[in-house]
């Protein structure tokens, strides 16, 4: 067996327990995996909407916002661009439904056919043509200046939403709405392009209501330590919900220094306050400014009972001690659960801004997910509320395609949607018609959903057909490409391979070779540029690597395992030099067998059905949140029976533990090296713990990663 489990701190396991309530087991598996901030954890242990940033976190959104109520108030015709991947229709789908569900004339344009990513110069004449004066790009655009500077030479305002590298100038856009973007604002850089389109129709939303624009303090006050001597007065001031100013002051009472503290310039500057509750404020203000101050306070009980019933009757300091968001703050928990009260009451109060606007997070899931986005930070919450949505309630557009694919019988997961229903998503755009998945999630008409899904997987199975004849075809250049690699890297560049194709092709190359630690195939010439797609193993990051070439490229971007790029056909050889002379510099001995991370060693006592919750905890998994890895010793085996094609290997064992009879799967079990398993045996194991749906049922079951035997059988 070959896996690591690193040592914890004790400290901080305790630590993390006693301030998050969390279990131990919890508490450790956090910090192997290097979560220990309060600010990492509420992403983990959390899924309401007002753990989610502000999009008017972002600099420009309060601009982009305004134009596009401009537009649509004085009926303005609006140009959508998006991209042919499952992130960009996703996106265009969304805009497209909010900004016509508010009366805009709105047209959408995605790439069809070989089109090149991105604006091109004939889509700003299409767009000229349609008579469009305000252009949105979603999950594009950042790096289109020249396009964008003849829009605007047009008299056109462009608006950019994208979440790709951006280059060192930025487009001269109106707006530019990108978490990628050093000048963004926006404190999570790995949102899709879908989740920052849904950022954008938040903020719509938002500016159709009061909170918009406006301005208020939240303030507690509480005496300080001592003799009743001080007190301690803790404010923020927010501006479209946003903590924009914090100020706490320890006040000696009826003695305050009115010329140096920014606490009282904070008060008198003509915002409202706002309280918790106003009598017991007031005199708590009065000890320490003296009974002659004059200040006017606003009460919030009322209103948040109304929305939020379980604060009825409750002080602050009580609702303190129950409040979720005070276990996340660094400093006084009274201000942050007042600010979590506050944010919460008027978020809710607003179904457009709560229950309506989850409804949306189906289509954000699967952008998300379908980009290998990393499930850190609010993605977590994005994919996790998404998730639900299309378990529980899925928009009756995506019901038969849900139904095909065997995907409505069950709660969903992030590997079902990466598995079975983005890539049919995915294949329209991947044989140049996009357009076929944009009208299946535009549609309103049950037979046109219908007619619109059986196309899209009939464009699946096309695809497939495809990306195998493509592979055939493409295998003894791969081969030949590795050997004159000296095994240490694959470029595959036949010149035939449609760009649609390149990611399968270098992922189906990348699993054939296993020599190569990773593949870049090359997609045929579209015009003057061409189009890549580069896969890799464990021991070479994508991104990274493709940053040493980036003089070559128009754009690129990817993540640790995947990414991609597109560059101009006069680049190519150069950049083909430049990476030779780079892969003979690397130190590739080949790949060393990798050891498997495991999360925690289980007891007996450990193994019920609680530890499920603790892998559910940990859900969605995905993208630098890989599923939980566990560590049992002294299972015995009851029982091993094939599955299937007997040269698969494939086995399932029935494994007691303690009084528990197990199922468990090993796939490959019989094939793996030195497999030497019978009934009787006690085995140490390296294990998953999933549910598994079987009509209508589910049950628990191990999957088997790693075994060895701890004793002879008797």
Same mark, same amino acid.
């Given at each position: 067996?070959?896996?690591?489990?690193?040592?914890?701190?004790?400290?901080?396991?305790?630590?993390?327990?006693?301030?998050?309530?969390?279990?131990?087991?919890?508490?450790?598996?956090?910090?192997?995996?290097?979560?220990?901030?309060?600010?990492?954890?509420?992403?983990?242990?959390?899924?309401?909407?007002?753990?989610?940033?502000?999009?008017?976190?972002?600099?420009?959104?309060?601009?982009?916002?305004?134009?596009?109520?401009?537009?649509?108030?004085?009926?303005?015709?609006?140009?959508?661009?998006?991209?042919?991947?499952?992130?960009?229709?996703?996106?265009?789908?969304?805009?497209?439904?909010?900004?016509?569900?508010?009366?805009?004339?709105?047209?959408?344009?995605?790439?069809?056919?070989?089109?090149?990513?991105?604006?091109?110069?004939?889509?700003?004449?299409?767009?000229?043509?349609?008579?469009?004066?305000?252009?949105?790009?979603?999950?594009?655009?950042?790096?289109?200046?020249?396009?964008?500077?003849?829009?605007?030479?047009?008299?056109?305002?462009?608006?950019?939403?994208?979440?790709?590298?951006?280059?060192?100038?930025?487009?001269?856009?109106?707006?530019?709405?990108?978490?990628?973007?050093?000048?963004?604002?926006?404190?999570?850089?790995?949102?899709?392009?879908?989740?920052?389109?849904?950022?954008?129709?938040?903020?719509?939303?938002?500016?159709?209501?009061?909170?918009?624009?406006?301005?208020?303090?939240?303030?507690?006050?509480?005496?300080?330590?001592?003799? *009743?001597?001080?007190? #301690?007065?803790?404010?923020?001031?927010?501006?479209? %919900? +946003?903590?924009? !100013? &914090?100020?706490?002051?320890? =006040?000696?009472?009826?003695?305050?220094?009115?010329?140096?503290?920014?606490?009282?310039?904070?008060?008198?500057?003509?915002?409202?306050?706002?309280?918790?509750?106003?009598?017991?404020?007031?005199?708590?203000?009065?000890?320490?400014?003296?009974?002659?101050?004059?200040?006017?306070?606003?009460?919030?009980?009322?209103?948040?009972?109304?929305?939020?019933?379980?604060?009825?009757?409750?002080?602050?300091?009580?609702?303190?001690?129950?409040?979720?968001?005070?276990?996340?703050?660094?400093?006084?928990?009274?201000?942050?659960?007042?600010?979590?009260?506050?944010?919460?009451?008027?978020?809710?109060?607003?179904?457009?801004?709560?229950?309506?606007?989850?409804?949306?997070? *189906?289509?954000?899931? #699967?952008?998300?997910?379908?980009?290998?986005?990393? %499930? +850190?930070?609010? !993605? &977590?919450?994005?994919?996790? =509320?998404?998730?639900?949505?299309?378990?529980?309630?899925?928009?009756?557009?995506?019901?038969?395609?849900?139904?095909?694919?065997?995907?409505?019988?069950?709660?969903?997961?992030?590997?079902?949607?990466?598995?079975?229903?983005?890539?049919?998503?995915?294949?329209?755009?991947?044989?140049?018609?996009?357009?076929?998945?944009?009208?299946?999630?535009?549609?309103?008409?049950?037979?046109?959903?219908?007619?619109?899904?059986?196309?899209?997987?009939?464009?699946?199975?096309?695809?497939?057909?495809?990306?195998?004849?493509?592979?055939?075809?493409?295998?003894?250049?791969?081969?030949?490409?590795?050997?004159?690699?000296?095994?240490?890297?694959?470029?595959?560049?036949?010149?035939?391979?449609?760009?649609?194709?390149?990611?399968?092709?270098?992922?189906?190359?990348?699993?054939?070779?296993?020599?190569?630690?990773?593949?870049?195939?090359?997609?045929?010439?579209?015009?003057?540029?061409?189009?890549?797609?580069?896969?890799?193993?464990?021991?070479?990051?994508?991104?990274?690597?493709?940053?040493?070439?980036?003089?070559?490229?128009?754009?690129?971007?990817?993540?640790?395992?995947?990414?991609?790029?597109?560059?101009?056909?006069?680049?190519?050889?150069?950049?083909?030099?430049?990476?030779?002379?780079?892969?003979?510099?690397?130190?590739?001995?080949?790949?060393?067998?990798?050891?498997?991370?495991?999360?925690?060693?289980?007891?007996?006592?450990?193994?019920?059905?609680?530890?499920?919750?603790?892998?559910?905890?940990?859900?969605?998994?995905?993208?630098?949140?890989?599923?939980?890895?566990?560590?049992?010793?002294?299972?015995?085996?009851?029982?091993?029976?094939?599955?299937?094609?007997?040269?698969?290997?494939?086995?399932?064992?029935?494994?007691?533990?303690?009084?528990?009879?197990?199922?468990?799967?090993?796939?490959?079990?019989?094939?793996?090296?030195?497999?030497?398993?019978?009934?009787?045996?006690?085995?140490?194991?390296?294990?998953?713990?999933?549910?598994?749906?079987?009509?209508?049922?589910?049950?628990?079951?191990?999957?088997?990663?790693?075994?060895?035997?701890?004793?002879?059988?008797?």
């Amino acid at each position: 067996m070959n896996y690591t489990l690193n040592r914890t701190a004790p400290d901080t396991v305790r630590r993390m327990c006693e301030k998050y309530n969390i279990s131990f087991l919890c508490a450790s598996i956090f910090a192997r995996r290097g979560i220990t901030t309060g600010d990492e954890i509420r992403f983990y242990l959390e899924s309401g909407l007002n753990y989610l940033h502000s999009p008017f976190l972002f600099r420009d959104m309060e601009e982009a916002v305004d134009r596009i109520a401009s537009a649509l108030d004085e009926k303005e015709s609006i140009a959508l661009f998006g991209d042919r991947d499952a992130d960009g229709i996703t996106s265009a789908a969304l805009l497209a439904q909010e900004l016509r569900s508010m009366g805009g004339s709105v047209f959408v344009h995605l790439p069809e056919g070989d089109e090149p990513y991105g604006l091109t110069m004939d889509a700003v004449g299409k767009i000229k043509d349609e008579g469009a004066s305000l252009v949105i790009t979603v999950d594009c655009g950042i790096s289109c200046n020249a396009e964008i500077d003849a829009l605007n030479q047009a008299g056109i305002d462009v608006i950019v939403t994208d979440h790709h590298i951006a280059g060192e100038e930025l487009p001269d856009a109106l707006a530019v709405i990108n978490p990628k973007a050093a000048s963004s604002g926006y404190p999570f850089e790995h949102l899709a392009g879908c989740a920052v389109t849904s950022k954008l129709i938040w903020a719509l939303r938002f500016s159709s209501t009061p909170l918009y624009r406006s301005r208020v303090i939240l303030l507690h006050s509480q005496p300080g330590p001592g003799e *009743d001597t001080t007190t #301690i007065v803790q404010a923020v001031e927010l501006y479209n %919900l +946003v903590p924009v !100013n &914090r100020v706490v002051e320890e =006040l000696p009472n009826r003695a305050v220094d009115f010329s140096s503290s920014r606490l009282v310039r904070l008060l008198t500057r003509n915002i409202p306050i706002m309280v918790l509750d106003k009598d017991t404020e007031l005199r708590q203000l009065k000890a320490a400014f003296g009974s002659s101050a004059d200040i006017s306070l606003i009460e919030l009980r009322g209103e948040l009972e109304r929305v939020i019933p379980r604060v009825k009757g409750k002080s602050l300091f009580s609702l303190t001690t129950e409040s979720r968001a005070a276990l996340y703050a660094d400093g006084y928990g009274e201000i942050e659960t007042l600010l979590s009260l506050f944010t919460s009451c008027c978020i809710y109060k607003y179904p457009s801004l709560s229950r309506e606007y989850i409804r949306i997070l *189906d289509l954000v899931a #699967i952008g998300t997910i379908a980009d290998m986005m990393p %499930l +850190v930070d609010e !993605n &977590r919450i994005l994919v996790k =509320l998404g998730l639900r949505e299309l378990s529980l309630r899925p928009r009756e557009n995506l019901i038969q395609l849900l139904s095909s694919q065997n995907l409505l019988s069950h709660p969903l997961c992030a590997q079902d949607i990466g598995w079975y229903l983005s890539p049919v998503i995915n294949a329209s755009g991947r044989l140049g018609c996009p357009q076929v998945a944009l009208d299946l999630l535009l549609s309103e008409d049950k037979q046109e959903m219908y007619d619109l899904t059986m196309k899209l997987l009939s464009l699946n199975k096309e695809r497939q057909k495809r990306g195998e004849d493509a592979w055939n075809e493409s295998r003894s250049d791969a081969k030949a490409s590795l050997e004159s690699f000296g095994s240490k890297f694959l470029l595959l560049d036949t010149g035939k391979t449609p760009r649609g194709l390149t990611g399968s092709l270098a992922s189906r190359a990348l699993n054939e070779f296993t020599s190569s630690p990773a593949v870049i195939v090359l997609s045929r010439c579209e015009g003057d540029r061409i189009s890549a797609s580069i896969r890799s193993r464990e021991s070479l990051n994508c991104r990274d690597f493709l940053s040493k070439f980036s003089s070559f490229f128009i754009d690129f971007g990817g993540h640790k395992r995947a990414g991609g790029f597109s560059m101009k056909i006069e680049n190519k050889e150069g950049f083909k030099k430049a990476l030779e002379e780079e892969v003979m510099k690397m130190d590739i001995g080949g790949e060393e067998e990798e050891s498997l991370p495991v999360d925690a060693l289980i007891s007996e006592n450990d193994m019920n059905l609680n530890l499920m919750k603790v892998v559910e905890l940990f859900e969605p998994y995905g993208e630098a949140n890989k599923p939980l890895v566990f560590l049992f010793s002294g299972a015995k085996i009851v029982d091993i029976i094939t599955l299937g094609d007997p040269s698969k290997g494939n086995i399932k064992l029935t494994l007691q533990i303690g009084r528990t009879l197990w199922p468990c799967l090993w796939w490959g079990g019989r094939n793996s090296e030195g497999f030497d398993y019978e009934a009787g045996d006690t085995i140490k194991l390296v294990f998953r713990l999933n549910r598994n749906y079987y009509k209508g049922m589910d049950s628990v079951q191990l999957t088997l990663l790693q075994c060895e035997k701890e004793n002879p059988a008797r």
